[in-house]
């Protein structure tokens, strides 16, 4: 039996997806553009719920490759902890946190140990949602209902006037059921949302921006000619529909 090889995308080729995406482009556009199937595309799309993911950025305080690298050399120098944070200006503590975290001063080494602390730092923030059961079951409640996420955010702010925890934003309200990471919403409860698609799409981003779906040099109703009036309409079918 042949198997199909596994796709893999560059973290290049995953933002193009995205920007073509957030463009309006369909699935089969972009996979053509990279010789797949849509069917390669969707996995990496739906993750998200057809929401772009955030950049991840580095803190300006955490540790660099090339203070990593120092450290590394440090240790094979038999420099101590100490004098090493002093070369990088930094707390003694952090120096003896990273070593140890990443195999001590015989095992420590800068790539794989930057390489761990980057994967460590992957944690997404919780959303306002989660373990908050009041808001869980007064959304669900709402969309069940019909109403729209604008309705619900709307209705928790004058309900709560003066209780941030229970109030939440629209687009949060949107998203929860699409990003089913976050644990909070059900995904059956897209089926209550006005717009039924199974990931979510921009309302600004369509293909109709750029002239799909439109008349070129559409002339309206009130221009047309005045001859048009004089001419004889076929009545054919009204003796029947009589």
């Known amino acids: ?3 199909r090889r596994r796709v893999f995308f560059t973290d290049k080729q995953k933002s193009e997806i995205w920007d073509r995406w957030q463009r309006g482009e369909s699935m089969n556009s972009i996979g053509r553009g990279f010789d797949r199937s849509s069917s390669s595309i969707y996995p990496l799309l739906a993750r998200t719920g057809g929401i772009r993911p955030p950049n991840r950025m580095r803190s300006r305080l955490a540790l660099t490759l090339i203070d990593r690298e120092e450290i590394s050399r440090g240790l094979r120098a038999k420099m101590s902890l100490r004098s090493i944070a002093r070369t990088l200006k930094r707390p003694a503590s952090t120096i003896s946190c990273e070593v140890r975290r990443n195999g001590g001063a015989r095992l420590h080494r800068a790539a794989p140990s930057d390489a761990a602390a980057w994967g460590r730092a992957h944690r997404p923030k919780l959303c306002k949602q ?3 059961a009041y808001l869980c079951r007064a959304i669900s409640a709402k969309l069940i ?5 604008q309705q619900i955010a709307g209705w928790l702010m004058r309900e709560h006037p003066d209780d941030e925890s229970k109030r939440v934003s629209h ?3 949107y ?7 976050r644990g909070v919403l059900k995904k059956e409860l897209l089926a209550h949302l006005r717009s039924t698609r199974a990931i979510r799409r921009s309302r600004h981003a369509t293909m109709k921006r750029s002239g799909l779906g439109k008349f070129n040099d559409a002339v309206t109703i009130r221009d047309r000619p005045a001859e048009v009036e004089d001419r004889a309409v076929p009545w054919r079918g009204i003796g029947k529909a009589i």
């Open 171 to 173: 687009e949060t309200i």
């Open 175 to 181: 998203r929860s059921p699409f990003i089913q990471t």
């Open 145 to 149: 209902r019909k109403w729209s996420p």
């Open 1 to 3: 039996m042949k198997y």
């Open 130 to 132: 989660n373990g908050n």
